[in-house]
DNA sequence: ATGATAAAATAGAATTATTCTAAGTTAATA
DNA sequence: TATTAACTTAGAATAATTCTATTTTATCAT
């Protein structure tokens, strides 16, 4: 069963309706690596679906991630990007063109609160942002 | 030297004017550990300086991080806050209130990248996000 | 001290991301 | 095939941030 399939039973069990726009969304998060944003989604869907708007976009996105379909990645400062892959992980953003790389290490071992956070603080979860230069944007020369 | 001379220092050497507004910017930051919004510097603000505008709070923050005397920080998905500590240091936010607090830990040494994934970035540094519930949030009966 | 001037402050308009609203459409069910 | 709650849509509204044009001022050289 793959990320479409299920989803879709998902929003069967949710009692949600199955529309052409839903799928489309389903569709293009479906393997997708990218961490798009709601507006690379929008423009993505606008090719078979060139009605369709961005509340939709939104209201599915949002739909997503209340079922835990979905996850948020807050790493970007200027806008909030997408993750079809559930699974906890960290990322990697370029620092100079903002793309977004996955890393699936599970660093929770090492990451523990001091003693005098974790008496203010009850923990239950951690995401780490790494920052760095993709290999695109090292390679000199570029256009 | 505290944090407010040290930056006074700063903008001269950078050629930057000491105005009342940007010295009140300062004075609000200097040792705040909140973690402020603009907006929230802004009202500070206005206590003293009635006629502050919130062109002038931003135009300060970007001057300030610009000469590395301020960080950003991005683990609140709708707005950004701001850290007068340059230290590095990493945070936890409350899922519940959104208070932020801080975590002077340096997890660089268990912060690996992965081979594949070192392979395409050039690792800068990192910055772990902590999610958690305040003490305030588990107490029960809130008001 | 005074004047010149580049830099900064201001009000408000503009922009961008996101959410809301009201009206028309449709997937699901019977 | 009809019913209807849920969905989609266009566009308005909101909120955070940035920009613009104008006025004000800190600094520096007289
Ligand atoms: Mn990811
Ligand atoms: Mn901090
Ligand atoms: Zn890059
Ligand atoms: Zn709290």
Redesign the pocket.
């Known amino acids: 069963m793959n990320y479409t399939e299920n989803i879709i039973s998902k929003?069967?069990a949710?009692?949600?309706?199955?529309?052409?726009?839903?799928l489309a969304i389903l569709k293009c998060l479906d393997g997708n690596t990218s961490h798009p944003?709601?507006?690379d989604i929008y423009i993505e869907l606008k090719k078979t679906?060139p009605?369709?708007?961005?509340?939709?976009?939104?209201?599915?996105?949002?739909?997503l991630k209340d079922m835990g379909a979905l996850l948020e990645v807050t790493i970007d400062?200027?806008?909030?990007h997408f993750d079809p892959n559930t699974t906890p992980h960290h990322h990697i953003i370029c620092t100079k063109c903002g793309s977004i790389g996955d890393i699936f290490v599970d660093y929770s071992q090492a990451l523990t609160l001091p003693e005098d956070v974790g008496a203010e603080f009850f923990l239950t979860g951690n995401h780490v942002d790494f920052y760095g230069l993709c290999k695109r944007c090292r390679t000199k020369g570029q256009v």
Chains 1, 2 share one sequence.
Not at 51 to 63: E, G, H, I, K, P
Not at 77 to 80: A, M, Q, S, Y
């Open positions: 929003y069967r949710h009692g949600f309706k199955l529309t052409p726009q839903r944003t709601a507006e679906h009605t369709v708007s961005f509340a939709t976009v939104y209201n599915t996105l949002t739909s400062p200027d806008r909030k």
